[in-house]
């Protein structure tokens, strides 16, 4: 999936995503892009303190209160895609295998797996003394009712492998067999959407369950307001013995950055998910305040609604790329915390193209002569939809919008608080909008098939950008086994999308998470979501 981030999004996006933003660039380059490497990024996560002149162990207990711009809404891990509620939701549910910092996939709730030479046949053995946090045993028949009910249910991640059966051979063997091969499935299971819950919610209403979640995660829903804040607390029943460190975990909205630094600060929360780039050397620097990075699966981008009158038209589009110095924009919004954006992969992703593909790069006289070619060769007046309360994303309107006037494009920014942001982009109802794609799962698939499928979930993140040889492309991509030849498929994906940008990708940001310098061992996974298992606070 490519998720978007809240408060980027991110970031993705939230945009992260993400919906969805998020010190070390992301190494992982076009050029290797085997599949015995099938990592994302290759930087480890910064726990954001140097914790090797400590004499005493760091203590255990207490609270970590993390501010973050959106509630929680939903623990329907089948029916969610926000950062919001996917960063949430992954807290309580686990899925069968997981990736770390780096992006490479390892075993979890599973203790091992085997996928057939044929690609089709895929066999998890379940960890001994798994245990839901209610005290029962999880069992390969939880594991089928929940990917089950997945694909039952489809929803903004569905399951787009073509499953033949579901089989609990034994109590702790679980066999998925396809009906024909698809590469990316393995990664793709690394989803929150794919997290492990009780064999028919446990003998209660879905209604109920997800209102009172039961999973396996290292933290349990002890107080849940949909509109402000949520408390967790420790899993007594968590897999990884001793673990979490603390004893609850609070998620405090706010939804304005520059508060949320001011808390941080303050000592009022001991994280924030939401630290513009600008102010990433402040909160660095800070007496009390540092950040934990990660490389991301992150791309900011300029999106264009492609059923509008005037973005419909690909010389319209290919007009502002060429009018858009992206290089400059990075540089001056993102400090060094991001690279700038040729391709739609970013380079922490297997088969990225950046360093090879053939972008629109600044000229302002191919820009001018491209929009001599359009519908509209004398200019016109459009809208561009912004998330308020994101300082980064301000600034990035702005220099859109001055690169928009040499040419004879007038943009008029419209800024609305992010409900009403998700609504509008959700019902079409915008001309071109800034948020970020993210991939879920170190698999190019993940971020491809949500922003150029026209026929799924996001119709092609809500720009409903169509071409033929785009989607053969995509399902080709899909059936390749990892190598040379599908990471050709994917280059001519990513040189049409160049070509004629849906979309402007704009940066790489890298994810950058504000902390107290009293926290330790807090992981940041380079989808933008964070492990707190280990986290500990030094009294």
Known sequence: MSKFNAFQRKTFWVGSLVVLLMVVLAGCSGSKNDSAQNTGTNQSANQGTDTSKNTEPP??????????????????????ITANNAFAIDKVFEPLVAFDSEGKIMDWLAKSHTISTDGLTYTFVLRDGLKFSNGTEVTAEDAVFSIQRHLTVG??????????SLKAEDAKTLVITLKEPYTPFISELTNFSNGILPNKFGGVTEEEFFKKPIGTGP???????????????????????????????????????SQAINQLKAGEVDGIETLALGNANEVKQGPDTTVATNGSWVTEQLFFNTLDKHFSDIHVRRALALALDRDGLTKALTFGYAQVANSLLPPAIPYNTNDTIKALNHDEAAAKAELAKSKFPDGFTTKLLVASGNSTRAQEAQIIQAAAKTIGINIEIESVELASFRERFFAYDFSAMLNSGQADSPEANSILAFQTDPNGFSKSYWTHYTNDEVTKLLIEGQKTLDGAERGDIYAKLQQILADEVPYIPLYYPDIITGVRSSVEGLVVLPNGSLRFEDVRIKK
Do not use: C, M
């Open 59 to 80: 203590a255990t207990g207490g609270t970590f209160t993390y501010g973050r711009p959106a509630s929680v809404t939903s623990f329907d891990l089948h029916n969610q």
């Open 155 to 164: 929803g903004p991640l569905a399951i787009a492998a073509q499953v033949a």
């Open 219 to 257: 933290f349990v829903v002890e107080k849940w307001d949909p509109a402000g804040d949520l408390t967790f607390s420790k899993n007594p029943n968590y897999w990884q013995e001793g673990k979490p460190y603390i004893d609850k975990l609070v998620y405090k909205l706010i939804e304005d950055d």
